[in-house]
């Protein structure tokens, strides 16, 4: 892919669009939206430590969403040359609905149109997708030569240049485009009857160098850790503090925490968060921000699933709420002029509500003396288990985890625990690192420890 060949697709795409806007404003179908999801290149999948595919692809989506009246119709199709029959289908569809809300439309056009943040580096116009096939036998042969005990479960690499653009009947034309190369690996060390927790990781560059780079670090650290999770054991239950590296705050805590700020929970009355603007509702140790307009991050974009300009936004300040998630719609609801840039989602949905390019700030206290507290500790890799977001009750099992104790770190078999989100943020925060972790070049995230944890293990 070169960068004429790639600029033609994007002139192509949104020529297409806004033709077809036009020709169905011509029919009285004045409330359109067609967003466009475009992306090219190649990869390699990885199974039982051997190649298994690989496939190049290109491929095209539009989602067409029109609105009738306060009702919705949404479709999808890969023909670009056929829109304006997809807008009828979703009109039709609009049209069949029965219960209409006057607060359903789309968005005006922003006074000032932001200027796109397209990540397209030259050194990948010209690169050949078989060079993939490359970083899948150096996956390979690296494990086999010095980790033969990993396992991989599933790998893989892949060459991507990617597109999304949008068009309204409101005026938006806007589009960004993308080239990077990533990969990914997930399995577990097994050493005769001994096999490890499950662990996974991933790495991503926009420029060989950069991949190559990050690719060496994150495969190093995935081999490394599923060796570690070798001869765990059975531990006796105990009370004391959890351990959260940067990779496990989101699926664990924060995660659930941020889906309780979208819009639509608020409204359907299913977050705690309802009404807690400008409260105390984390520790004061805690800093959240949403950076999407920041160039330097892999997931920065000028604009959202509704063509709105994204922005910087405070979340949380020391434990203090700031901001929810709003699309369009849900700020209409909330009786809000326009949303925040947060409408979610691609050419297979219609917008819902969320952060881009999350940040949290650092906090004061280093790893090395969060890692060995006074007591013992549990050091979390992964979390499988249930949460609520209403409630922020949550129980499960912590797998591939260690035990943290004067100066060990011991494998553990799985161990269950139970609480409270909203308890445990704001209450349990004993520490978060003053050290941070860029994840997937995009979302920098700290280390946090946690206090009051009842752990329950299963002594032999």
Same mark, same amino acid.
């Given at each position: 892919?070169?960068?004429?060949? #790639? ?51 290109? !491929? ?120 990077? #190369? ?30 190559? !780079? ?74 959240? #921000? ?171």
């Amino acid at each position: 892919m070169t960068y004429e060949l #790639l600029e033609a697709k994007r002139k192509s795409i949104l020529d297409s669009i806004q033709a077809s806007i036009e020709s169905a404003k011509k029919i009285s179908i004045n409330e359109v939206e067609i967003f466009a999801g475009y992306g090219q290149g190649g990869s390699v999948g990885i199974e039982k430590n051997d190649i298994q595919s690989f496939e190049t692809y290109e !491929e095209t989506v539009y989602g067409i969403r029109v609105i009738e009246s306060g009702c919705e119709g949404f479709v999808t199709t890969n023909d670009g040359s056929s829109l304006l029959t997809s807008i009828q289908e979703a009109s039709a569809l609009a049209k069949a609905q029965s219960t209409p809300d006057p607060d359903l439309e789309l968005p005006s056009k922003p006074n000032i149109i932001t200027a796109s943040l397209d990540h397209l580096d030259p050194s990948l116009y010209d690169l050949d997708p078989n060079s993939i096939l490359e970083t899948a036998k150096k996956i390979l042969q690296y494990r086999e030569l010095k980790f033969p005990k990993v396992s991989l479960d599933s790998a893989g690499a892949s060459l991507s240049y990617s597109l999304k653009a949008i068009g309204t009947s409101k005026g938006i034309f806007r589009s960004e485009a993308s080239s990077s #190369l990533s990969a990914s690996f997930m399995g577990m060390a097994i050493d005769g009857d001994d096999i490890s927790s499950f662990d996974s990781e991933s790495a991503f560059g926009r420029t060989p160098s950069e991949f190559e !780079e990050n690719f060496e670090e994150k495969y190093n650290l995935f081999l490394q850790s599923c060796m570690n999770g070798l001869g765990a054991r059975t531990i006796s239950s105990f009370k004391g503090y959890l351990y959260l590296p940067p990779d496990a705050i989101f699926s664990f805590l924060i995660g659930g925490f941020l889906s309780s700020l979208s819009a639509t929970s608020i409204r359907k009355k299913k977050s705690k968060m309802e009404g807690r603007i400008n409260e105390q509702v984390l520790s004061d140790k805690i800093t959240i #921000l949403s950076d999407p307009t920041n160039p330097e991050l892999a997931l920065c974009t000028s604009f959202d699933r509704e063509g709105m300009n994204t922005e910087k936004m405070s979340i949380v300040e020391k434990g203090v709420l700031k901001n929810f998630f709003y699309n369009h719609f849900e700020a209409k609801k909330a009786g809000l002029q326009k949303s925040n840039g947060c409408a979610t989602g691609g050419s297979g949905s219609t917008p819902g509500c969320g952060p881009k390019a999350l940040q949290v700030e650092a906090g004061e206290t280093e790893v090395k003396s969060m890692i060995h507290p006074d007591g013992k500790s549990i050091w979390v890799n992964r979390f499988s288990g249930n949460s609520s977001g209403t409630s922020g009750d949550f129980s499960g099992v912590i797998k591939g985890g260690f035990l943290l104790d004067a100066g060990e770190k011991i494998p553990v078999k799985e161990i269950q625990i139970a609480g409270n989100m909203y308890e445990v943020l704001k209450n349990q925060i004993a520490a978060v690192s003053l050290e941070r972790e860029l994840l997937g070049k995009s979302t920098w995230a700290p280390s946090l420890l946690i206090e009051g944890i009842d752990i329950t293990g299963t002594s032999v």
